[in-house]
């Protein structure tokens, strides 16, 4: 069993899957703090200088006025996040239009690399000597000399 394993994980498959998993985690990361860090606030701004990523409203509770997003979650009062939802949908979109990207750039990549293949191949063949005769009309023609010969 202990060995069947070992085979599973050694796939490529397995392996690429793992890699584009900690890649994938990394990027998010980077697209959290891109939202977070820059986004959120060019929001903020347009809207009147409020931290977008902590607006919400409260539905049911008591907390203390201007209290963080947080602090109202620990209030244990009922809230709305918009922000918070806002700001996970801004990553969703940053995260899938690059992914889009990606995905483009590699169709662009192999069929290029497919044209480049097909004609290589029609230049190839294009080069070739023209086929001989065939070993069986080779041996008719010897066939045919000697025939006329006697």
Same mark, same amino acid.
């Given at each position: ?27 998010? /990361? ?5 939202? =977070?860090?820059?986004?959120?606030? !060019?929001?903020? #701004? &347009? $809207?009147?200088?409020?931290? +977008? ?23 244990? /009062? ?5 922000? =918070?939802?806002?700001?996970?949908? !801004?990553?969703? #979109? &940053? $995260?899938?239009?690059?992914? +889009? ?23 190839? /063949? ?15 023609? &010897? ?8």
């Amino acid at each position: 069993m202990l060995k069947e394993f070992r085979d599973f994980i050694a796939r490529g498959n397995v392996v690429d899957m793992a890699v584009g998993i900690i890649v994938g985690a990394a990027f998010t /990361a980077i697209v959290r703090s891109l939202v =977070a860090d820059i986004i959120d606030p !060019i929001i903020g #701004l &347009i $809207i009147g200088g409020i931290d +977008f990523s902590d607006m919400y409203f409260v539905m049911n509770g008591t907390v203390p006025e201007g209290a963080s997003l947080a602090d109202a979650r620990d209030a244990s /009062a009922a809230i709305f996040a918009y922000g =918070a939802f806002v700001t996970s949908i !801004i990553n969703f #979109l &940053i $995260i899938a239009f690059v992914v +889009f990207l990606l995905v483009k750039t590699i169709n662009r990549v192999r069929a290029a690399a497919e044209r480049k293949a097909t004609k290589q191949a029609e230049a190839a /063949a294009a080069a070739a000597p023209p086929p001989g005769p065939t070993e069986i009309e080779v041996l008719l023609e &010897i066939r045919d000399a000697l025939k006329q010969r006697q």
